[in-house]
């Protein structure tokens, strides 16, 4: 019975496992000790399909704003690391600096993450004294996939703009020792919906794909009182779980 009960939580936390590891998991806990956490960073320059573009990328920049903290300090209470730190810095300049390249995205749009400017990586982590640094991407993306109306008896499969996000962690030398990316990467936000009861209504089986509209967007981005928005909690446990050490691996 104790063997099962055992057995039974190792599968249960081995399912809470996200992101792929890039070396082995023993390389990766002796190297990173000390593990540098960046402002979360919004990729700009991605494909942000939108009618008020620029509002839709100046929300999403000041929701992260301040999403760095929450991170590190669930980070920290996990007790895997040495320390883990916030490090400082412009966020926007900081993407400059860091991200060189976006790589190529997977078949059905998501991103797979990026390469990194492996000398500013350098810098950037002998100045605050960090063995990795974890690197989180937001950025828009047009995505390939089916869709269901509310009753589950329509579905509409093409291409729909979202906002996903990405993590890595990267080495002294900006090489890639975790990755939360590809088909793992996180829907923060809906951008788009088919619009199953208009075609409905209209007796059409023309189904429109139409734009969520900012309001609904701020109010995705909304929190309760005392609590992170719902994409952050997502994003944040992901990552958490996925860097965390955990028992009988």
């Known amino acids: 019975m104790k063997k099962n009960l055992i057995f039974g939580l190792i599968l249960l936390l081995a399912?809470?496992?996200?992101g792929q590891y890039q070396v082995p998991k023993e390389n990766y806990r002796a190297e990173v000790q000390v593990l540098g956490v960046l402002p979360i960073?919004?990729?700009?320059?991605?494909?942000?399909?939108y009618p008020q573009k620029n509002t839709l990328i100046d929300l999403i920049v000041r929701s992260a704003a301040d999403k760095q903290m929450p991170?590190?300090?669930?980070?920290?209470?996990?007790?895997?690391?040495?320390?883990?730190?916030?490090?400082?810095?412009n966020a926007e300049l900081l993407g400059l600096s860091l991200l060189s390249a976006e790589l190529p995205r997977v078949d059905d749009g998501r991103p797979t993450g990026y390469q990194y400017n492996a000398e500013a990586v350098r810098q950037l982590a002998e100045q605050n004294v960090v063995d990795g640094l974890l690197v989180v991407v937001i950025a828009g993306t047009q995505v390939t996939e089916t869709r269901r109306s509310r009753t589950l008896l329509e579905s509409l499969e093409t291409s729909y703009n979202d906002i996903v996000a990405t993590a890595e962690?990267?080495?002294?030398?900006?090489?890639?020792?975790?990755?939360?990316?590809?088909?793992?990467?996180?829907?923060?936000?809906?951008?788009?919906?088919?619009?199953?009861?208009?075609?409905?209504?209209n007796l059409t089986d023309v189904v429109k794909v139409k734009n969520i509209s900012l309001a609904g967007i701020e109010r995705a981005l909304e929190a309760e009182e005392g609590e992170?928005?719902?994409?952050?909690?997502?994003?944040?446990?992901?990552?958490?779980?996925?860097?965390?050490?955990?028992?009988?691996?």
Do not use: T
């Open 15 to 18: 399912g809470c496992s996200w």
């Open 41 to 49: 960073l919004v990729d700009q320059a991605a494909h942000f399909d």
């Open 71 to 89: 991170l590190v300090e669930q980070l920290r209470e996990k007790k895997g690391y040495f320390d883990v730190r916030a490090l400082p810095g």
């Open 169 to 201: 962690v990267v080495d002294r030398n900006g090489k890639v020792l975790w990755r939360l990316s590809g088909k793992e990467a996180v829907r923060m936000l809906l951008l788009q919906y088919p619009d199953f009861d208009e075609a409905h209504y």
């Open 228 to 249: 992170l928005p719902q994409p952050y909690q997502q994003l944040i446990e992901r990552i958490v779980k996925g860097i965390s050490p955990r028992l009988f691996e």
